[in-house]
């Protein structure tokens, strides 16, 4: 029985495939890294509602709802996760 | 095996590991030191218009500040708590204004969090925290009673809904002297931890059965893996979890019953059973790889050298990354898969390349990922093989007896 003929091409492109994912995992090290180094530690600050409906006096509630309906896009993409 | 050995032999092959394992104490040592943060001048910051008076009452987490403003004492508060979420735990700055009735809630601040930074974007990409706002600090503050999770970031939604909860009920009896008429949150298993719990059972069933009724509970098993661990509930383990168990991230059961039921069932099966019935049956990427694999029809080889170093490369990978988790006392930083990313379609600068990549390299050599980068896979294989060795030597030496 002949013996199965090698294909290098395989081995190749497997390898460079992998060269691709270790490139890219170690990119993403170094961007984790630069992530640590960021001095700023509050990752995300979240509707900041109160303040203009505090100082003139408006029912925060009523302010949440006019804010909510001035962002038609995202509002319908919440309403429908909601109702989801 | 020669390799091995003559690698263990030399004094190299003995050093290199123990400096390995002493930077990451040490790491971990630095890690935990830097992460005292100082919430509360964060919290200041944040809020640059009041005085923030800290209550006497409670020295740690829960806090609750008497807010002044202009040198007057205003009728809000502001309270400060800390929540479990997926990663480990989170804290929440929020800030309820007095109302005829009681206090509503206006200003949600997330101050720090260990969650997976793709679960964060998902979540705020879906409003999820617009939920919060004029709500009543005497609502119950549940998800699924009056907060809605966000699909895919469930296990984050919840951890920030309890996180927000601790906070504005401490506030409400502390401060505003109101009478508990909400609900406590009760233990909650409910479909998806009996549909987990199924899939385990099921797994077992299947690795253990070689027949024609195995082989379709196998088949079950993939497709309940593919879209409920995967798609539906976005609960593969990844190396960010692991970690998380070292560094005492143990989120409470009641809350996050899912967690427990998987962390349970993966680290269970290798230790009790010595199985990775994980891998092999319920992780939703492998799914996808041998998907992926059944549409290509493409199986290229890897040279058995790249084959043989592939574990070297896993650890030392592995390595990095815990160095960056320790480092930075956040486990979802070094946590390179692109499972979260996969299942939720949300992720951050490079995850974007490591997905389409992975899924590549899948679709022209089979197990792409599992076979040359998967820490979980490699760490639950050497468990098990830890625990054969194991039993080996004591037989042996019952045997020498």
């Given at each position: 029985?002949?013996?199965?003929?090698?294909?290098?091409?395989?081995?190749?492109?497997?390898f460079?495939?992998?060269?691709?994912m270790?490139?890219?995992?170690?990119?993403?090290?170094?961007q984790?890294?630069?992530?640590?180094?960021?001095?700023?530690?509050?990752?995300?600050?979240i509707?900041?509602?109160?303040?203009?409906?505090h100082?003139?006096?408006?029912?925060?509630?009523s302010?949440?709802?006019?804010?909510k309906g001035?962002?038609?896009?995202?509002?319908?993409?919440?309403?429908?996760?909601k109702?989801? | 095996?020669?390799?091995?050995?003559?690698s263990?032999?030399s004094?190299?092959?003995?050093?290199?590991?123990?400096l390995?394992?002493?930077?990451?104490v040490?790491?971990f040592v630095?890690g935990?030191i830097?992460?005292q943060?100082?919430?509360?001048?964060?919290?200041?910051?944040?809020?640059p218009?009041?005085?923030?008076?800290?209550?006497?009452?409670?020295?740690?987490l829960p806090?609750?500040?008497r807010?002044?403003?202009?040198?007057?004492?205003?009728?809000?508060?502001?309270?400060?708590?800390?929540g479990?979420?997926y990663g480990?735990?989170?804290?929440?700055?929020?800030?309820?204004?007095?109302?005829?009735?009681?206090?509503r809630v206006?200003?949600?601040?997330?101050?720090?969090?260990?969650e997976?930074?793709?679960?964060?974007?998902?979540?705020e990409?879906?409003y999820?925290?617009?939920?919060f706002?004029?709500?009543?600090?005497?609502?119950?503050?549940?998800?699924g009673?009056?907060?809605?999770?966000?699909?895919?970031?469930?296990?984050?939604s919840?951890?920030?809904?309890?996180a927000?909860?601790?906070?504005?009920?401490?506030?409400?009896v502390?401060?505003?002297?109101?009478e508990?008429?909400?609900?406590e949150?009760?233990?909650h298993?409910?479909?998806?931890?009996?549909?987990?719990?199924?899939?385990?059972a099921?797994?077992?069933?299947?690795?253990?059965?070689?027949d024609?009724?195995?082989?379709?509970?196998?088949?079950?098993v993939?497709?309940?893996?593919?879209v409920?661990?995967?798609?539906?509930?976005?609960?593969?383990?990844?190396?960010g979890?692991?970690?998380?168990?070292?560094?005492?991230?143990?989120?409470?059961?009641?809350?996050h019953?899912?967690?427990?039921?998987?962390?349970?069932?993966?680290?269970?099966?290798?230790?009790?059973?010595?199985?990775?019935?994980y891998?092999?049956?319920?992780?939703?990427?492998m799914?996808?790889?041998?998907?992926?694999?059944?549409?290509?029809?493409?199986?290229l080889?890897?040279?058995s050298?790249?084959q043989?170093?592939?574990?070297?490369?896993?650890l030392s990978?592995s390595?990095?990354?815990?160095?960056?988790?320790?480092?930075s006392?956040?486990?979802?930083?070094?946590?390179?898969?692109?499972?979260?990313?996969?299942?939720?379609?949300?992720?951050?600068?490079i995850?974007?390349?490591?997905?389409?990549?992975a899924?590549?390299?899948?679709?022209?050599?089979?197990?792409?990922?599992c076979?040359?980068?998967?820490?979980?896979?490699?760490?639950?294989?050497?468990?098990?093989?830890?625990?054969?060795?194991?039993?080996?030597r004591?037989?042996a030496s019952?045997?020498?007896?």
């Open positions: 029985m002949p013996k199965k003929q090698e294909k290098p091409w395989q081995y190749k492109f497997s460079a495939l992998s060269l691709v270790l490139a890219l995992v170690l990119g993403y090290f170094v984790s890294f630069l992530e640590i180094r960021r001095v700023q530690p509050v990752r995300v600050a509707e900041r509602i109160g303040e203009t409906a100082e003139a006096g408006i029912d925060p509630e302010e949440a709802l006019r804010r001035s962002q038609e896009d995202g509002d319908d993409e919440a309403a429908k996760e109702s989801d | 095996m020669a390799g091995v050995s003559s263990i032999r004094p190299w092959g003995r050093v290199i590991p123990a390995a394992y002493a930077l990451l040490l790491a630095i935990q830097a992460a943060t100082d919430y509360e001048a964060l919290l200041q910051k944040q809020m218009d009041v005085e923030l008076t800290r209550s006497q009452v409670n020295k740690e806090i609750v500040y807010v002044v403003k202009d040198g007057e004492e205003s009728p809000d508060a502001v309270v400060m708590a800390e479990e979420g480990g735990p989170l804290v929440v700055g929020i800030r309820a204004q007095r109302t005829e009735d009681g206090a206006s200003e949600i601040l997330l101050l720090d969090h260990k997976t930074p793709s679960f964060v974007q998902r979540i990409n879906k999820f925290f617009r939920q706002a004029g709500k009543s600090v005497t609502d119950n503050f549940i998800v009673d009056d907060i809605d999770a966000v699909s895919g970031a469930t296990v984050s919840k951890g920030f809904t309890a927000v909860r601790e906070a504005v009920h401490l506030g409400a502390q401060h505003l002297r109101l508990r008429t909400w609900n949150p009760a233990w298993l409910g479909a998806n931890e009996l549909i987990l719990v199924a899939l385990f099921l797994a077992f069933f299947g690795s253990y059965r070689k024609k009724v195995g082989k379709y509970a196998r088949y079950l993939m497709a309940g893996a593919l409920f661990v995967g798609f539906y509930a976005n609960v593969s383990v990844n190396l979890n692991l970690a998380g168990i070292l560094m005492g991230y143990i989120p409470s059961p009641k809350q019953a899912m967690w427990w039921i998987m962390m349970a069932g993966v680290l269970g099966s290798v230790v009790v059973l010595g199985r990775n019935i891998c092999r049956h319920l992780c939703p990427f799914v996808v790889q041998d998907l992926l694999q059944k549409v290509s029809g493409i199986r080889r890897i040279r050298e790249l043989k170093k592939a574990r070297t490369l896993i990978l390595w990095v990354a815990l160095m960056l988790i320790f480092l006392a956040h486990p979802a930083l070094g946590s390179y898969e692109p499972f979260a990313m996969m299942f939720s379609l949300e992720g951050l600068g995850q974007w390349y490591i997905l389409p990549a899924l590549l390299g899948a679709f022209f050599v089979p197990s792409f990922w076979r040359l980068f998967c820490p979980v896979g490699q760490f639950l294989n050497e468990i098990v093989r830890l625990r054969r060795a194991a039993r080996d004591l037989t019952r045997k020498e007896r």
